[in-house]
């Protein structure tokens, strides 16, 4: 010991001297004014080269090293630096290298002396570099320790490597939260990039989700020492946010004192959307009213939802590791069984319908199956995965339909339904047939199309009535190219819409009362007819039966006459006969020859009437072919027959001829009688007059207008020049 020193200053100063790790003292500017021997091995520099220099000046200042930078500013003034902990230094090396030292600073008060290598006060800051005791009031000493050449250093650069290229974002702080590092991910994570990120605080990443509670926890863990390990939610740079499970490690020195912070990030953004959706996707199955199932290859369910149970009448968690057999009667799990079977063997999916009961809820229903094949996550085959659709009300109004469609293709009536705009929506056969539609699709066919245009109208306003939900009933006739005049029927519905309160449309049923309107109309007409000329008949008959008696009367006269009147019955009898035929026929029509026919029947009246001069002018080309009833030869006849037996001359004269027109055949029968009656015009035109009709001959006409209305066609009477009668019967052309 020597100048007045105490043994514990030159204790320390000695120490110093001989500490193997470099000692730099700096002044508040960040300038040295002392180091230890031990600062030449490490740093590279002379004690005079670095005296006086600021200690800024001799760490790497790499471009782009925002690290670096951030250090330098820190030296740079040096004022405070003992409140910062440690503090990672790279030093650039006399030589040019890189060496990273952990340094911790401590002030020193005013009035310290200066001292050389040996413990002599010489005053001067002398060659070791030991400051001058008046160079400076207040001096920071720094220990650099752990010093670790980058280039060289193996280990360090192994751990370099391994954050540099972590996946994880990764960044360091100190303990202010002032951001000192950042690996590659956290830029491609975050879209900072180094020098945007350093020198900043983590602020940066706030996406404003997270709670003030939540930030406060974390720093109270930390600065007690603790790893932080939860999720966050941040935002990038681009104002993304996204979810990351963070972990953040304080980084505490050999003193045990925290010097930084290590944060990791973990990018879950897509795992929580996956496991949102996930959730999502099990909401969904457990609302549903439909069984969806999963089992195993050996067929032990591993997942279903409540609706499975609630079928079964089973709780769900007993249902696991079972099957269907549990649950279901044996035949239809024997069933499921070999569906299930099949999907293992095929991998394909497969669709089935199947109707099992379930003893313990006493229920029983139909399910549209699909079963498909699932796969690991090793892509092997690990079972079936079966979504059940319950269809049982569907089958139930399916089989109700089924009904009611035979139902409505069964009967005897034309049933269609019309939408609002009067576009047909179905059509039974016999609708169909009537209106020559095929079996096709009838969608695209309108009400326009197929009801005539004398018609249109009112079932334009019948729909619209039906429409405005009022039921409509009405008879009406209408004339069928094939099946002549019919009488109809027709009842309109509104169709009911399950999606509005207006009707969806019009269902209309026509029921063809032709036949039996005719029949109680002939019924009635003949028991008229027949009542009127049997008690005429008898009572004449009766009355000369009593002149025979009294022998008032030549017998013979009077048989004859009574013989007369017979004739007339059977002949009214036969007309009434051949009426009931005509009515009791279906309406079918043919291509007839009507030329021919009148040829005929006037040869045939002619031979039988020979005082009566009967004739016929037909076409000599053949072509006056009409669409009529086998029965129109029976008409014509009665016309020529009519105007022979009814003429009040002794030579009658009765001309039949016959036209084509290009829609239509005409057969006209012209007399020089004395006319028709009108009674027996309304007969014969349109049937009117058949309530007033009591004798044989009207009966005849009646004949002829049943015939001519069932073949689609009409009657017109007219009189003749210079006396009699012309009728002409109009009849639909044949189709070629």
Same mark, same amino acid.
């Given at each position: 010991m020597s100048s007045g020193r105490s043994p514990d200053d030159e204790f320390f100063a000695a120490f110093v001297a001989e500490c193997s790790d470099p000692v730099v003292s700096l002044d508040r500017e960040g300038t040295v004014v002392y180091v230890n021997p =031990?600062?030449?091995?490490?740093? !590279? %520099?002379?004690?005079? *080269?670095? $005296? #006086?220099?600021?200690? @800024?000046?001799?760490v790497v200042s790499d471009v782009g090293d925002a690290g670096s930078r951030s250090v330098r500013d820190r030296l740079a003034r040096a004022e405070g630096l003992d409140e910062s902990g440690s503090v990672s230094v790279p030093i650039r090396h006399a030589d040019g290298h890189t060496v990273t030292f952990s340094a911790r600073f401590h002030e020193h008060g005013p009035g310290r002396e200066g001292r050389d290598g040996?413990?002599?006060?010489?005053?001067?800051?002398?060659?070791?570099?030991?400051?001058?005791?008046?160079?400076c009031d207040a001096v920071y000493t720094g220990i650099f320790r752990d010093g670790v050449e980058e280039i060289g250093g193996q280990r360090a650069e192994t751990f370099r490597n391994l954050v540099e290229h972590a996946g994880?974002?990764?960044?360091?702080?100190?303990?202010?939260?002032?951001?000192?590092?950042?690996?590659? =991910?956290?830029?491609?994570?975050? !879209? %900072?990039?180094?020098? *945007?990120? $350093? #020198?900043?605080?983590? @602020?940066?990443?706030?996406?404003?989700?997270?709670?003030?509670?939540?930030?406060?926890?974390?720093?109270s863990t930390l600065l007690a020492g603790d790893v932080w390990e939860e999720e966050i939610v941040d935002r990038r740079r681009d104002g993304t946010p996204y979810h990351a499970h963070q972990t953040i490690a304080p980084v505490v020195d050999d003193d045990g004192e925290i010097t930084r912070f290590v944060a990791i990030q973990t990018d879950i953004t897509e795992r929580k959307a996956a496991t949102g959706r996930l959730k999502q996707y099990r909401d969904i199955v457990e609302q549903l009213d439909d069984p969806v199932l999963l089992q195993n290859r050996d067929g032990e369910f591993e997942l279903l939802n409540e609706a499975v149970s609630e079928f079964a009448g089973i709780p769900r968690e007993e249902l696991y590791g079972g099957d269907e057999f549990a649950f279901m009667d044996p035949e239809a799990a024997a069933e499921v069984d070999a569906r299930r079977r099949e999907v293992l063997e095929t991998e394909a999916m497969t669709e089935y319908?199947?109707?099992?009961?379930?003893p313990e809820s006493d229920r029983a229903?139909?399910?549209?199956?699909?079963?498909?094949?699932?796969?690991?996550?090793?892509?092997?085959?690990?079972?079936?995965?079966?979504?059940?659709?319950?269809?049982?009300?569907?089958?139930e109004r399916e089989r109700d339909l089924e009904r009611y469609e035979r139902a409505i293709n069964g009967a005897t009536d034309l049933i269609a339904a019309v939408d609002r705009e009067g576009r047909l929506?179905?059509?039974?056969?016999?609708?169909?047939?009537?209106?020559?539609?095929?079996?096709?699709?009838?969608?695209?066919?309108?009400?326009?199309?197929?009801?005539?245009?004398?018609?249109y109208r009112r079932v334009e306003r019948e729909v619209e009535s039906a429409l405005r939900g009022e039921s409509v009933e009405y008879r009406t006739t209408r004339t069928h190219p094939t099946r002549g005049t019919r009488t109809m029927d027709v009842r309109y519905y509104p169709l009911d819409s399950p999606e509005s309160e207006e009707p969806a449309g019009v269902v209309g049923v026509l029921r063809d009362v032709t036949d039996s309107e005719n029949r109680a109309r002939q019924l009635r007409v003949v028991d008229r007819v027949l009542q009127h000329n049997l008690r005429n008949a008898l009572t004449v008959v009766r009355g000369r039966a009593k002149q025979i008696a009294a022998g008032a009367v030549d017998p013979a006269d009077a048989a004859e006459y009574i013989v007369s009147r017979a004739d007339d019955l059977l002949e009214t009898s036969e007309k009434s006969h051949h009426i009931t035929e005509v009515l009791s026929d279906a309406p079918e029509t043919e291509p007839v020859d009507i030329g021919r026919v009148a040829r005929q029947v006037a040869a045939e009246r002619d031979e039988e009437f020979p005082n009566a001069t009967v004739g016929a002018s037909v076409p000599d080309d053949g072509h006056a072919t009409a669409s009529a009833t086998t029965w129109i030869s029976r008409a014509i006849d009665e016309l020529v027959r009519n105007a022979v037996e009814h003429h009040d001359r002794d030579r009658p004269t009765v001309a039949v001829s016959v036209e084509a027109r290009p829609d239509a055949v005409e057969v006209r029968v012209e007399d020089d009688g004395p006319g028709l009656t009108g009674m027996d015009r309304d007969v014969l035109v349109d049937g009117t007059a058949v309530d007033a009709l009591y004798h044989g001959s009207g009966l005849g006409l009646w004949l002829v207008y049943w015939v001519v209305r069932q073949s689609g066609g009409s009657a017109a009477v007219a009189s003749a020049e210079p006396r009699g009668t012309s009728i002409t019967l109009t009849l639909p052309q044949a189709d070629d």
């Open positions: =031990a600062t030449e091995a490490a740093f !590279g %520099y002379a004690p005079d *080269e670095l $005296l #006086g220099r600021d200690l @800024a000046s001799v040996d413990g002599d006060d010489d005053g001067s800051g002398g060659g070791d570099g030991e400051p001058s005791p008046d160079d994880h974002a990764i960044y360091v702080t100190d303990t202010d939260g002032t951001i000192e590092y950042v690996n590659p =991910a956290f830029t491609d994570n975050t !879209g %900072y990039e180094t020098a *945007e990120a $350093l #020198g900043e605080t983590p @602020a940066i990443l706030n996406s404003g989700e997270m709670s003030d509670e939540y930030y406060d926890a974390l720093w319908e199947i109707s099992p009961t379930f229903a139909t399910f549209s199956t699909q079963r498909y094949p699932y796969y690991d996550a090793d892509g092997d085959l690990a079972g079936t995965f079966a979504i059940c659709r319950d269809v049982t009300e569907r089958k929506l179905f059509a039974n056969p016999q609708y169909r047939e009537y209106h020559d539609l095929g079996d096709g699709d009838v969608t695209d066919v309108t009400l326009a199309d197929i009801v005539p245009d004398d018609d």
